[in-house]
């Protein structure tokens, strides 16, 4: 067995523990790499700063506990931000698999960082099936789809609710998701109600919604946790994707190490063959 | 009639919604029947969620009750349903443990232990991704070398030590790089797929609520 | 630093390590808790149900407005339960034919009026630079870049005709384009997967080591 084929023949758990140390050592020995902005992200800050203060803004958590890496952060940042700026925020989530459990949590936790009060300040409408007539049913009427909030009030007893009947009241929607969803809030809510959005996507989507981006329809895109590091950069605040960038780096480091090595490991051996029948 | 009453809602249904598009949906008398019609479909599709449970306690029941092989873990799985689901469905003036509110066992279970469980499950990808870029990532044609070089480029722009190390060449070339790359060559094959697939999905529905295509209906 | 209780965080760090175990090996204490997991979901899946469905969106609207008519959508909700038996099935036809119809309502506008014609419009119109650059050169390389890619990617997947001549030069052009896309694709999902590693990293090391000391 030459030496390439033995390269290629690693066992994948020694792979694994490449990885494991490469994750852990940042967090250990932290070297905080400088965060450049790019476009699409200073362009969502600055269409949520740009609201008016006050202003009624939806937010969506569109993702699963599995991405929560990526898409918390942006959640977090995005109340930081509203909050900050005296928003309304009404929040929801089209995913059934823990979704309506994260909008609890994360927006109840911020809120009370912030001394918001629940109905007044802010509402959760919790979880419908069927994204697709959610979000079109939101347009006729948000009482239609949601008689109550997540927690079973009703709305009628929620004096924000008062002021918000459908996207017609909405002046802004924040969507962070991790599948589909953020595809139907552009192609349903942005163009047949005209409700200004921006989008938190994992890195898996964000090649699809540069499309958007490109086209006006978001105005903004965080694409996975280095976008949202780049947000909290902006806002001022270096939180969990902050603290994640320099494992990134190690990692990523590491993957373009190995698939460098692969692919010499691949032409040494094609080369050794070529010799032998030569 | 198994075949005719489907076929007639789904008919009528997506013609309403269709219809609706070009009328005002809170004014006129068309845009409230839609507006309806949605309401319904999110009590019809929401009670699906439960269709979930009761498949995977039948199947779990069923290793139990024949003895098969990891029965125990099958026990586990029915046990851990039945302690998720019955106290969410308890009124909450009985005891704040029950219902879905913060404080409940429904939200204490889930935050603590499914949560943490599936963020890890999906963490795994991670590794096995490093491992299949280090075992089948190849150039070995044009094509690949193509992907191969511009995935190495992007993952360098998009790591604060790789957009460091890049701008040691020229101070523009990560910002380039999300110019030409990510808004030219990505963005214009992305736009192509979408309006392929959203023709394609136009199209696909038109059939349905014409009735030519009635997969979704199954066999029989 | 963390809303957990010692006990909650050592509880979340077992579950970590032990789906973490899996890639040394298979393990009893895997299946364990991925046993867990499989029952806890099902069981979430039907507290939502019966909350946000039957409590606030049926018996809810009954109680206050007397709007008895949602039984009829809740009895069309039962009969997807038929799907469970062998002879009864085609009764969960109906209620699926109502929500895959009204679905394909919204689908045909909204795809057409929310996606293709937008995206048609500004292909052809001079592409904006990110970051807001106005150097003519710049925007009249990224729109041709644009135009081009569009149109040869939508011919690469055109099969009704063979790729011959024209067509198949530009569906040459089309597969180089997808092949840096997919290549940036590719990029991006590593880097969404090391990122959820990152974020199991992140709360074993911050969260759970880190209580040890604070």
Known sequence: MTVWERIAAMDRRWIYLMCGIAVLVPFIIPVSLPVYTTPEVQQLYDAVNSLPDSSIVMLTYDYYPSTVAETEPMSRAALHHLFSKNCKVVTLSNIPLGGPTIAERVTRELAAEYGKVYGVDYVNLGYKANYVAVMKGLGTAISGIFPTDNTGTPLTQLPLMQSVRNYEDIAFIFVVADNATADYWVSIVNAQYGVPMCCGATAVMAPKLYAFVGSGQLQGLLGGMKGAAEYEQLLGRKDRAVRGMDAQSLIHLLIIVLVAIGNLGYFMGRRAKRGERA | ?220 | MSTFSPFELWIMAFVTLAIFSFLYRDNPVYRLVESIFAGLSAGYYFGLMWDTVLMQQVVYPIRTDGAWYLLIPTALGVLLFSRLTRSYSYLSRVPLAFVIGSTSGVFITSRLQGLVLPQIRTTFMPQNIPGGSTDPGMIVVLSAIVVIGVIATLIYFYFSHEHKGALGVTAKVGIWFIMISFGAHFGYTVMGRVSLLIGRVQFLVESWIGSFTS
């Open chain 2, 1 to 220: 009639m198994r075949r005719t009453a489907p076929v007639i809602t789904a008919f009528v249904t997506g013609v309403v919604v269709t219809i609706s598009f070009f009328f005002n949906e809170q004014t006129t008398f068309i845009g409230q029947i839609q507006s309806g019609i949605l309401i319904w479909v999110t009590i019809i599709f929401g009670m699906s969620l439960a269709l979930g449970m009761v498949s995977i306690t039948r199947v779990n029941f069923n290793k139990v009750k024949r003895r098969q092989e990891g029965w125990p873990y099958s026990l586990l799985v029915i046990i851990s349903v039945f302690v998720m689901a019955i106290p969410s469905a308890l009124p909450v003036s009985w005891s704040p443990l029950f219902g879905r509110n913060e404080g409940s066992i429904y939200y204490w279970l889930w935050t603590r232990i499914s949560e943490p469980m599936m963020a890890t499950m999906f963490a795994m990808l991670a590794f096995y991704i490093a491992s299949a870029a280090y075992r089948a990532f190849r150039a070995r044609s044009t094509e690949s070398t193509l992907l191969l070089l511009t995935a190495v480029v992007v993952m360098l722009s998009r790591i604060p030590m790789g957009e460091w190390f890049l701008r040691l060449f020229h101070p523009s070339l990560p910002d380039w790089i999300n110019i030409y790359i990510m808004n030219g060559f990505n963005l214009s094959v992305q736009r192509g797929i979408i309006i392929g697939a959203a023709l394609g999905a136009a199209s696909m529905s038109l059939r349905i609520i014409l009735g030519i295509e009635r997969t979704y209906m199954g066999k029989g």
